[in-house]
Each structure stands twice: as structure tokens, then as C-alpha cells.
């Protein structure tokens, strides 16, 4: 909370799109209000600041952990989910994205959308969601702004990589405590369906800003978008901490303080996810689907297993996953994870998860008072509400 | 807010199910109620009189900004949103609209329907969901009498012609200015579906009793209901008004002050439809749907085109929809309304819909209080509550 | 609530999932509370407990009215639904209960599961999320323990019958007047699907506790699981009151003071439904089913009529249902009850359905405050906050 004084606020944004759009010390704001909202839960202090007002959501995409970190956040601040079922709505007779934001805003403070599947299409999906947006408050049409947060796209997570940065920060001792170490965000092997890739894309291009050494791992083929590997790597260079590619598991995990072995689908069969969506090809997609996974099924070898973890710095990585991870034995026969190294961590990778709505809640927060949220949070410590209300 | 004490409250009724079933006070009333919710909005104040109870909602067709504005309005009142999902319900298994009603209704204020795809059925609909909510409290079963609002039915749209009504009055600068006005509800060409009959059933039946001279305009055989016709013929006639139908939508177009062109399916295919459903032929059905639509393409010289556009009051109508519009080249090949008509008034049409949270809200207090609601605003106006809670 | 004061509330425990596992004074104490807010609640007296949080549902078979009555209850108290929607989740890709379970509580304080369909599965997967909720609070994933509700599982159904309770405890008089009535369970023809069987079993495992003399009737082979009936007679010698079964619902019904019609699929069918969804095969689920409903239909005779309800006390026993009811002529050909049956006790079976949101909200505040329950409602009851906000 003090730190937050210090940090230069203007110009955060409205939205929350990608971390890369973002200066350090807006990513710091966004840790620090998350980590007070956090404590606040622990103490059962409310930092509700609407008393009333709408959170859409549009889920292109399944979600359980997400769209339930949407929820609490938005109960958290008091604001009200409505969720849009695109199928049970009107935009399948052609409606404009320009039309359905505004028709979904007039009462709205914030759109969190998950649209990961196609490359090349979630990311401007947002963008147009914020110029719509823009066009409607600038029009009159909306009396506010509501902030367009992201839930995952092709490109980037960044709740996710923002609450792994935060569980990594207090699992180390602090933010600065992170400076030197090595983390591997490694691909691993898993039955069951063609993973988007932007996961570890917000790992490469977010921790390597806060001075941590990142190895990226994976077989031939299963490169990440191009664009954000050469940002990692400018990132890394611009802070002074490394990031490298190597196609090697085994050698990715020796001396790693961190692992995070997680699947995606390979780039080739990404890419061509996106031309058939383009020509509507339904059975295309599900041959691909199918493709996907036996391309994968050649790479079971792929795993995170305790021999490797051995090899990790004194035997002792933090492993991470941003769940649910295909656990060998548990939830499939052979997955990303042995159940040993997933059971020791259990804990661990829960209490990451459990960053989430506060991460968003948050983005909430920033993106919508800016420079005036740290005024905002000192008036809400101070009333102290509880969230009993007796 | 002022000229709401004037108006003869008593006698509003407990639901709001058609326009013509209420009287001219109760309308102004409406408008006025959202006009300062509409207000307040705009000044940050939250007008929530309820600090907790339901707002249960019946979807039987798709919807997406009646659904929000439902939503919305219910929590812009401090109720919860309770979706009823046939489907998921035991009303597959045989039980009745008495039954359903009442199990849904015992901690609830309001319940929205829409129901408007069968010619007949809609509006019967909500009477006897209306009629239920009656016998559980007169019966004791439920400790309050919840609203039933129409969120579109077979006959009427009043969420919608109300929401219409208060932007042309804010348009033209107050209801006194309408007076004279000429609106012509057309017909228009749509590739989508076979929409229904109850958005121009509501314009017709409503605006010629608020001194607005009404043409109606569309192809032989897409008649709206008879009875509606006659109605609107009546209030005309009542009001000093006028109300004549054409089948020419050039000519039709000729010195209007305000244009609707929008489509709906023929008045024979709706018959048909209610039919076959009766018989419970689904392939009929869908069949149906097909013939509604190749129908509709025998008209596509029915747009609404800059041309047309010229012939209109100083070449300056006000182009109205209810959205979304088939725009042509823009959300389908050939439609209602050529897009730079469309681009033109999108500041105009989008801000038409965003009276509909507001309306909604007003129908709810007025249906919930009645005569007590000048009070109750008043109230609410002096403790000036912030959508802000710090 | 005076009486509250009185009971043993020690233990309550953190869950509500079987009636069985409760004492007297836990199950006396859910009815007290649930008659104060029903009392509260007819005065326009609000209990919001909570100012945010959420209430998690998981429904795993069709649900209308427990559904509203769970959404009605956390709304009551200032609780948030989120509903899990495991199709729409990652649940399908292996995540396991441990998980699920997790992920969904970090602002959670109550989850409420229906899991009815499968003999020997729901009570097991209930006390699973129990396990893991238990697990996450005490690693510190967790902030707060939320109580896990059983909705309806193949065991109990305990919200329904403790709804029934507290039907015939103000319909008689007081719990005290209930010591010696007559109540006969039996089956009966539906020609809907095959129920669940725990409504009965509810029903035989509560009401002998309370001095109620219990007669199950059913025709042979449509027995409930044994070691409930089982259960059923050893509580009904522990309290001085008496379980039998028959196999004439002719010779049940002579003297009931309460009778309880209601259909339920075999026991055999229900223990072919397990086998046949372990094995994954659905054709046989669906084969089953039609399975079940030919073994009903060989008991049509077996429905409550006005000649069966003159055998009762004085022809007057009052009727019960837990809703929907299959009523002859009405929602159905042949079905549970006679139409002038059914429509004679309307007002008592939707008054009987309408305690359920009170009991729900009871276990909520017994399992999350326990034995400080009386001094909270103390304390809620004296600040006499209206349900209107104005």
C-alpha cells in the first residue's frame, strides 16, 4: 500500500489488455492493490466502491477459475456479473461488435473477456471492443467507461502472469527478491486438448521485466507467436536478466529455481486453426483437434517427473502450473506431471490460483481511478467495513 | 420528477403488460420515473430502494440488450437476477404456469418475460403468469405480489415503444413537441429471420396517442395484427391524430419528421407458425422459418436508402430502430437500411436503446408503489446516495 | 428464536448433508432460525449478514424450485450466486473434485450440490467437496471454510424434508403437536421419469425423530436403500414412535393424519443406473429410463384419489408434495394425485414448498456461525433493517 504513493500512476489506461502495454510501475500498482485487497480479505475488511453497476463478461472459451475470478472480484467491488451467452443472443444475426458493446455498457464499469483459441483474432477482438467503447463514451451514448479487462487471449494471460508474478514475489520474500533467479517455462506432454499458447507468452514477456532469468523449453515445432519471443528477449536485455530458447527439457531444469511445465499446441496446428475458422470449416477443425493431439502423443517424454526435479536448484524448484494440469495417473494416464511432484506442490499451485480475483479486482480499480486509487484505498482502510454485516 | 405529482397515479396496476392498457397519466409517468433514473444515473446517484429480494427473469426467445437492460435495471433497484432456464427446469416434466409461478415468486418483486415468436400465445402468457402471481397472494403463498413485466411479447414491445417514445421526446425537446409530428413505421427487407410483429404493433398502438401522426407502411400480406390495426385507427382518431396504412414505402417516406424501417415476418407465416407449433410439428417449423425468409427476398427493394432518406422532411427525418438492423454490406449483404443511413444516426439509434434500463426501472417502482412512487423518488433524491461507496 | 437460546448448538458442524448426522437440538435449531427470517421477511425485516461473498451451486440433475430457493436464501443473507456449469468448465478435461473445489471457494462461503441421480455417488461426491474444502482451509488456501449444502443427493434430500418439518409444525400447531400423528409415504404412478429416491427417504429418517409415526408403502420392488429403512426403524423405537412399511396403499392410507404420495424408479432400476454409468454406456442409461417408466406403468392403480383420501382421519388428512406433483388430467394422463386432490391442498403444498429458501438460509448461518447464531440474529433482529432502502 505505501509503495503505491511512490509509483507514477497517470496514464495506466482504461483497459487491461496486454502486460506488455503496461509501464513497470503500472504492473507494480496492479501487485501492490491486489496484495491490499488480499490482506483486506484476511482481515474481513470490504473494499466495495460501487454500490451498484454491471461486470460483463463474454466467454469465448470454457472457464471455471477465471470466470469465477471474474465473479468474486466484481462481488468483491459490488459491482454485478451479467454474463453474455453469444448463442442465446442476437449476434448471430449479425450484429456489429461496435452495437453489442455499446447495448451491453450503459450501466457497465468493466468487460473481462476470454477469447484465447484462434492466433490473430482475441487480441483485436479486445481492441475493438476498447475503440467501441471509446466511441460510445465519447459519443454521450455511455455515461461511463467501462474497462475492457482481458481473460486470456492469443497472445497474452496477464491475470494469470500477474498472479504468478505475485505468488512468486511472496513465496521469494519480495518483488526484489526475484532478481537473478532462474525460471524454465517448459512445454509438456498432455491428452487432453490443443492448449493456446498464451500462457507461457505472458511468462516470457513479463518475468523477464522483473529480473528474472527465463528459459523457454519445447520440442521443435512448438515455438510461441515469433513477435513475443523477440520481445522477451528485448525485455530481458532491457533489464538486465536473460531469456533463452532451448529444446532440451532435461538441460532447461538443471539449476532452475522455478519450473512451470505446462502444454500448449504447436504453433504449425495453431496457425492453421485460424484459416479454417476463417473459411468456417467446421470438420477441419475437428480433424485438427484430433491432429493436435497426436502430434503431441510423440513427445510423452515431455513430462515433469521427480528425477527431473532433482535436477532443478538443490532439488528444491518451486514448480508451478496455472491449473488444471494433466496429472499423470490422476486425471489422465500420462500427462504433464507426475502426482508425486504435483501432490508436494499442491498447496503451493492453489495458493497461486487464489491471486486471481484480486489481480483482476485490481485492474478494476486501476483502470478505472487511475491516479485516484490509492486516495480511494486509504478512504476504504480507513472506514474499515466489515464483511459481516452485523 | 415536478410534473409527476400532477399526474393521476392511482389505479397503475401491479404489472405492465400492453401500452393500451394503461392510461395516458400512467405513460407520462413511466417516462418521467426513467427520465430522473436516467438523470440521476448521469450524476452518479443510485436510486436503490430494495436492499435485497429477487427479479426473476423468462427468456423464451433470444435477447441481448432487453436481457441487460432487465439486468441492469434490476440492480440499478438492488435486486438479484434469477434466469429461469426452461430447459433446465422440471417444466419439461408437465408442471404448470400456476405452479412455476408461484415456486419462483416467494422472495421476489418482478418477473420478465418475453415471450413473442407465437401469434396468441405471448400475452396470454403473461395473463396467466399474471393471474397466478394473484391467487399465491391473495392465498398467502407468496408475502408480496411480484411484477409481471413484458419484455416483448406477441402484441406488444412496451419496454421498447416507451424507450422510443422518451428519446423522440428528448429529441424534439419535450412530449408537447410531438404533436404533430409524422412517423412512418415501414416494412423493410431482412435476410435473418422471420422477426416478430410486436415492435411496429407497439409504435402503431402507441405514438398516435401522444399526437403523433403515424403511417404505417408495408407489402401486401405483412399486415399486423387486425385488432392492433383497428386500435391504432381508434386512438387516432381520439387523440387528433392521424393513422393511415400504405403500400408504398417511397411514398410512405414523403415529408415524415421520423422513419422506422424494420422488418417483420407476414402475417400468414406468423398464423402458421402458431399452428404448427400447436401441432407440435418442429420440421414444420423449420420449414416455415425457410419459406418466411424467401418471402421477405420478394421485397428487397424495401431498404431504407440515402434516396429515401431525401424525400423525408428536409431531407432530415430521424432515422429510428430497434437494433440490431441488418445493415446492407455491413452485417449482411442486402438489408433494412443502407450503412452510411445507418452510420449517420448510430449516436441516435444507440442512444434510443439505452433509455430501456431506465424504462424498466420506472415500470418496476411504478408497478411495486404506484401512487406511493412521487414520495419514494423524492426520498431518494434528498439522500443523494453515491453509485460510489467511498 | 427464544427457544434458540435453549438448545445444545455445540457442533453444528460445518455442512449440511444428511439429516442423520445431526442431533435433535441442530435440527430444532434449523427450524427455529428458519421460521425467524420467515417471520422476519413477512415484516419487511432484512437479514443480510454478509455485505459481499459468494454462494457457489452445482447442479448436476434439473432443478427449478431448489434452485430459486438457493439463490433466494444467499440473497437473503448478501450472498452472490455463482453457478458451476461443469459443461461450460474444465472439469471436462480431468480437473479433479480437490480442485474444482478450491478454485471456487477463495471468496466463497457456502456451496450448494444437487446429486441425486445415482445411487451411492452423491452423498460420496458431496463429502469429497467437503474434504477438500476442509483440506484448503486449513492450508491456508483458504481464508474461510465454506459450508457445503446438499441440494438433494441419493441418500437425503434435506432441505425438502426439513422444509416439510417445519409445513407441519405450524400447520398442526408446534413440533410438540406432531408426537402420535399418522403420516403414510407412499408411492405412486408418474408417468415422467424415474425419480430419485431420497425424498422418501428423507422423509422416513426425519419425521420418526419427531414422535410421527411413519407408514412407507410401496409396491414390491420399489423399496428405498435398505440401510435407511433400516435406519427409519431404529430411530422410530429410539423416540417412541413407529416405522412400518406395506405394500397396500389402500390399507396405508386409513387413519393417516398426513399422507405423502410420490412416485420413485425402483430400486433395482436405480442400482442398474450405477452399474451402466461406470461403465460409461449411455445407450443403456437411456434404455433404463424407458425401463423404469414400463415398470411404473404396471401401478397406475396406485394414485392418491378422493376415495383414498376419505379413508384418511375424518376424510381430511392433509395432503402433501414436494412439487412438481404428475396430477391426472392436468399435467399428465394418468399421474401421482387426482386433479380435486391436488387443487383442494394447493395453497398447503406451495405454502410447504415456500419454507425451503428459509431453510437454506438457516443452514447457511448455522454452519458458518454455529453456536454465535443466536447472538447474531439478536443483533440483526434489533437493528430492524427494512428490506426497502428508502
Redesign the interface.
Known sequence: MNNLNKLHLSGYGRDFLRTWDKSADHLKATLAVAQTLRDW??KGI?P???????A?SI?RD????T???Y??AA??L?L???D?DEK?????????I???V???S???RTIGIRDDIFLGLGHSYMTEVALAADW?YA?????QRPSVINLQCDEDHPTQSLSDLLHLSNYFGGLDKLRGKNLTMSWAYSP??GKPLSVPQGIIALLPRFGINVTLSYPKGYNLIPEIESLATREAKKDGSTFRITHDMREAFIDADIVYPKSWASYAVMSRRTELLKKNYVKGLEHLEGEALAQNAKHKDWTCTEKLMKQTRNGNALYMHC??A??SG???KEGEVDAKVFEKY??QT??Q??YK?YIIAAMILLTQFGEKTPK?LR??GQ?N??????
Open positions: 480479505h484476511r470490504s466495495k466502491v460501487f454500490s451498484s453497476s454491471m460483463v466467454f470454457k472457464s471455471t477459475r470466470k469465477y475470478s465473479s468474486a462481488n468483491l459490488g454485478e456479473i451479467e453474455l442465446k443472443s442476437q449476434i448471430a444475426h449479425g450484429e456489429t461496435m452495437e453489442t455499446n447495448m451491453l450503459f450501466l457497465t460510445g459519443n454521450g451514448v455511455l455515461d487432453s486438448y491449473l488444471p494433466d496429472i490422476v486425471s489422465c499442491k498447496k492453489y495458493t490460483a487464489g480475483p480511494i478512504s476504504i472506514r467495513q466489515s464483511v459481516f454485516n452485523f
